[in-house]
Every structure is written in structure tokens, then in C-alpha cells.
């Protein structure tokens, strides 16, 4: 296994996680009182989603291309 398919699964897998804990963070009280008062997720929230989406995405690439 090459080494970019072996970073594209790792970038994978960390991007997997961090979205979830950020749909985690999403369903806790304090981020739905912040997310009722002022219509938008946290900062921190917001970061772990689109990280986690990012590095998903950059991982999926790796791991497919050839």
C-alpha cells in the first residue's frame, strides 16, 4: 500500500470522527441554547464539522486515486 492511500485512510478515518463529534456537539444544551439565541452553531462546533468534513473529503480523494 502506497503511502498516500495509507494517509488517505487515516485523513479518512480522523474526518469521520471529528464529524461526529461535532453532530455530537451539536445535540448538547449549551450549544442548543447558543444555537437558539443566536440562530448559529459555536465557533468550536462549527470547526470540528467542516474539519471533519474537509479532511474526510481529502482522505476519500487519496485513498481513490491512483
Given at each position: ?7 488517505g485512510v487515516v ?33 468550536q462546533t462549527m ?20
Amino acid at each position: 500500500m502506497s503511502t498516500n492511500k495509507i494517509l488517505g485512510v487515516v485523513l479518512l478515518i480522523l474526518g469521520v470522527v471529528l464529524v461526529l463529534f461535532g453532530l455530537n456537539a451539536t445535540e448538547s444544551p449549551a450549544e442548543e441554547i447558543s444555537e437558539a439565541v443566536t440562530g448559529r452553531y459555536t465557533d468550536q462546533t462549527m470547526w470540528y464539522l467542516i474539519g471533519g468534513a474537509v479532511s474526510a473529503l481529502v482522505g476519500l480523494v487519496l485513498t481513490l486515486k491512483k
